[in-house]
């Protein structure tokens, strides 16, 4: 309290012109953070309001309107579930086996000594500057026998490049006296890897899981174009039929009577569905915020 | 241990370098076998196999021939693209629409950094920060979804101006949704960056500044945009040497029938002239080509990053 009487102390001696600037600044950061808010609250409010009282006028607060057929409809549906399951396994693997293969090229390349370093940094700079494309990809996969299995989606960007920098830049800001010390006490490299070196990147190891955790659960191409079972779509596949291809699940509006009906139930759904599939990431990242910082400025030095 | 082993490339010099180089690969075989051939495999299969893949804009790929049967046809491909009045739409609509994003979205981030920076309670600040971020955990398709329930006939937006255009189907408005849905997801997540450079930004010299007078714009002047010049410079520079490469999915997932006369861009098109159409060699030329825009234009922002920074580049 008396830190809030101080900064509003501080706030009354600026000078007029000053304080009409943070006004106007308090303003345009207020108003972006409402724009923000404001469509998800009404996608919230939204998904409970009966469908055609929905359309015909609305949001409204009578109550008695209000349902959850919506989200008993969603949550009812395998697909969904499929979906949920299917991105949870995807984004687990691809999460352990992308940060175990980063972390573990990060280490080589930030030595100074390992012979070889040119050689590696050339071969994996070049992917970022040119890709065979789409269809040599594809061709590719298809040739693997990876086509319709999750391999595809998991494995052939398990090794990011831009992730490998930033890890690397985080090794080479820890201290050599560690090294110099673990050497001293006779541990070789592996131990010195396993036992002193990761336990102290543990920010930029979450940033990194994070990263591609978030990045994988929310991406839909390699999905669409590799798979094409349904009981393989991951979350995003199935969410993809649902609210941009007007198609939802058919046991979610099969037991509806006209073709009005059924347009405003699967408008409906869409307002659950959003609600259901953004949650859990919504509800996590907080956790992760203290990471946020320590990571980005790792990746800043590079750019 | 990795000073002997610097020692001895001395000491053997320039006729033992070979050997000197093997008995370092012998001492420290995990660091290759383990550490870095995970990576390196993948990399090789899944990034360099592809570019041998690259062959096929240049022949009229048969699936059952293969790539080395298959009938060379040379620039036949990049020729009937560039000579197509399609080649010109989907450049510019590729173009205008990350120069825009850039014009638009490239300035937004920063602003928040400063407006974030002048909020004097860290809780209030941490509290922003969290509505200011959230957007980034949403899916580009929940967005997109978003984006279409709001702007449908009937939606909200339709509701609040009282008309009921849809928005979905214009070509006109595809741009405008396209970047103002970026600024809303990605804004706060990008001022991450320049609300760290700028909480580097000294204390002392604020605090020198404050008493000498300064007011907000000159505070501005003198200490916060010193702080993080560097790191907008190369943002931006990073951020034109990607022009050429606009997300597919986003653009994918906006699209409907009647808004492609702006929001077919190359990279949509490639993804439909060849998976969709199975046209292979045509579509890998067209996607060719974008990459090859993309690395000059990378390449020359790299340069111009090196003479700025004193010969260090991005890469």
């Known amino acids: ?77 395998a697909q969904i579930w499929i979906g949920f399951k299917n991105a949870i396994l995807y984004s687990v693997l691809f999460t352990v086996i992308s940060v175990v293969v980063t972390l573990l090229a990060a280490y080589p390349m930030s030595r100074d000594d390992f012979k070889g370093k040119g050689f590696f940094n050339a071969i994996f700079m070049i992917t970022m500057f040119f890709g065979g494309g789409l269809i040599p990809t594809y061709l590719l996969i298809s040739r693997l026998g990876m086509l319709d ?94 609210l941009i291809q007007n198609q939802p699940e058919p046991g979610m509006v099969s037991d509806t009577q006209s073709t009005a009906e059924r347009a405003q139930m699967a408008e409906l759904l869409k307002y659950a569905t959003i609600i259901i599939s953004s949650l859990p990431l919504l509800v996590m990242y907080p956790f992760f915020q203290r990471y946020f910082d320590s990571g980005i400025m790792a990746g800043a030095v590079k750019g | 241990m990795s000073k002997t082993s610097t020692n001895a490339t001395k000491a053997a010099g320039g006729g033992g370098k070979l050997r000197a180089t093997l008995t370092y690969m012998k001492q420290h075989w995990q660091l290759y076998v383990l550490f870095i051939m995970p990576a390196f495999v993948l990399t090789i299969i899944f990034r360099y196999i592809p570019m041998g893949g690259v062959l096929i804009a240049f022949e009229e790929y048969n699936p059952i021939r293969g790539i080395f049967g298959s009938q060379w046809v040379g620039f036949e491909h990049f020729e009937r693209f560039l000579s197509s009045p399609d080649f010109m739409r989907y450049l510019m609509n590729t173009l205008k629409l990350s120069i825009y994003g850039l014009i638009w979205g490239f300035p937004a981030p920063i602003l928040l950094a400063f407006l974030l920076n002048r909020i004097l309670s860290t809780k209030t600040k941490q509290k922003l920060q969290l509505i200011l971020y959230m957007p980034n955990f949403i899916s580009v398709i929940v967005l997109c979804g978003i984006v279409r329930i709001l702007l449908s006939p009937t939606g909200l937006i339709n509701m609040v101006l009282g008309t009921n255009w849809n928005f979905m189907t214009m070509p006109e408005a595809f741009r405008t949704i396209y970047i103002a849905s970026g600024i809303w997801q990605g804004a706060g997540w990008a001022s991450i960056i320049y609300t760290a450079a700028l909480s580097n930004a000294s204390t002392d010299l604020k605090e020198a500044a404050v008493i000498d007078g300064a007011n907000i714009i000159q505070q501005i002047r003198a200490v916060e945009w010193p702080a993080i010049r560097d790191t907008v410079l190369i943002q931006f520079i990073m951020s034109v040497g990607n022009i050429m490469s606009v997300g597919f999915e986003k653009a994918y997932a906006l699209q409907t029938d009647l808004n492609l006369a702006s929001s077919e861009i190359i990279s949509t098109y490639v993804y439909k002239v060849g998976l969709l159409d199975g046209n292979y060699g045509f579509s890998t030329a067209v996607g060719l080509f974008n990459t090859v825009i993309n690395v000059i234009l990378l390449i020359t922002m790299n340069q111009i990053v090196k003479k700025m920074n004193d010969g260090k580049g991005m890469y």
């Open chain 1, 1 to 77: 309290m008396a830190q809030a009487k101080k900064k509003k102390g501080e706030f009354a001696k600026l000078p007029k012109e000053d304080k009409t600037i943070l006004i106007i600044g308090y303003i345009i950061l207020g108003l972006f953070c409402i724009a923000i808010i404001a469509p998800m609250i009404y996608i919230i409010l939204a998904s409970f309001i009966d469908p055609v009282t929905l359309q015909n006028q609305g949001l409204t607060f009578d109550f008695s309107k209000w349902t959850t057929t919506a989200y008993e409809r969603v949550l009812s549906n």
């Open chain 1, 149 to 242: 299995t999750m391999w595809a989606v998991i494995i052939p960007g398990a090794f990011g490049v831009y992730n490998m920098i930033i890890v690397r830049t985080y090794y080479q800001g820890i201290p050599k006296d560690l090294q110099e010390a673990a050497e001293i006490d006779g541990a070789n490299e592996m131990v010195y890897f396993f036992r002193v070196l990761l336990p102290v990147c543990s920010p930029i190891i979450a940033t990194v899981a994070m990263w591609n955790f978030v990045g994988m659960w929310n991406s839909y191409f390699d999905a669409m174009i590799y798979l094409n079972s349904a009981s393989k779509q991951p979350l995003q596949l199935v969410l993809r039929s649902i």
